[in-house]
């Protein structure tokens, strides 16, 4: 185990359903990520929250969520999904401004959107 | 942004060949190179790592090399076992600035008996 949970580990939904992915984090640290892994294609980040606050939003459809209510916990809200949404879905955390950078991941949320 | 290229995508060996990975990345200020292998199954777990003040970096069969000129580093695999088949990301960042990891794509490597 990394010290990083994710649930669920399996989800299938219909474009007009809304979800929501969590991530749980009990490593202490001040940052957390959500990244997307197709096929084919490197990890792609989507989210980082980092102090809580949300650092970065790389031109992410606003269809993805995010929400972040502590350090310690992070979801990614899901709504009118399209297939090509079709992944799967890491969340990491690491602690930043200590120069220890090393991202822990969790082992992912399958998603497919039918 | 950082922009990370990785070479090959696929890499077949046999048991007990090296293998090498090779990664380029665009932003001078990344100064973190972190190598993951991901299992099937599994998220991306670090193996090892180099920052920019280091070129050579090993841990028993795992060594990174890093050209900080060329803005290139690689992964070396010495002796590799059936369980080093997995698939492995290089990633790039700036520690200091507290910057996300950009990975590249990754490569799937194989080693038969």
């Known amino acids: 185990e990394t010290g990083v949970t994710q649930t669920p580990r399996h989800l299938v939904m219909g474009m007009t359903n809304k979800k929501s992915l969590k991530c749980e984090q009990h490593?202490?640290?001040?940052?957390m990520y959500w990244y997307k892994q197709s096929a084919k294609k490197p990890l792609e980040l989507m989210f980082v929250?980092?102090?809580?606050?949300?650092?970065e939003n790389n031109s992410v459809p606003s269809r993805f969520s995010p929400e972040c209510p502590n350090s310690s916990h992070l979801f990614l809200h899901l709504h009118t999904l399209q297939p090509e949404d079709s992944a799967l879905y890491l969340c990491?955390?690491?602690?930043?401004?200590?120069?220890?950078?090393?991202?822990?991941f969790g082992q992912g949320t399958r998603l497919t959107v039918v | 942004g950082e922009n990370v290229e990785q070479h090959p995508s696929t890499l077949s060996v046999q048991e007990g060949d090296s293998a090498v990975i090779k990664c380029t990345y665009s932003?001078?200020?990344?100064?973190?190179f972190p190598w993951y292998k991901q299992e099937l199954g599994k998220g991306p777990q670090l193996i090892i790592d180099?920052?920019?003040?280091?070129g050579e970096k090993k841990d028993q069969r795992i060594a990174v090399t890093l050209n900080k000129t060329a803005k290139h580093f690689s992964l070396h695999i010495t002796e590799t076992q059936p369980e080093d088949s997995a698939v492995y990301f290089c990633?790039?960042?700036?520690?200091?600035?507290?910057?996300?990891?950009?990975f590249g794509k990754g490569t799937t490597l194989s080693v038969s008996s």
């Open positions: 990633a790039a960042s700036n520690y200091q600035a507290g910057t996300a990891l950009i």
């Open positions: 990491a955390s690491s602690q930043v401004g200590r120069g220890n950078t090393e991202a822990f």
């Open positions: 929250y980092s102090l809580e606050e949300r650092v």
């Open positions: 932003d001078s200020a990344s100064n973190y």
């Open positions: 490593l202490g640290h001040n940052a």
């Open positions: 180099i920052r920019s003040n280091v």
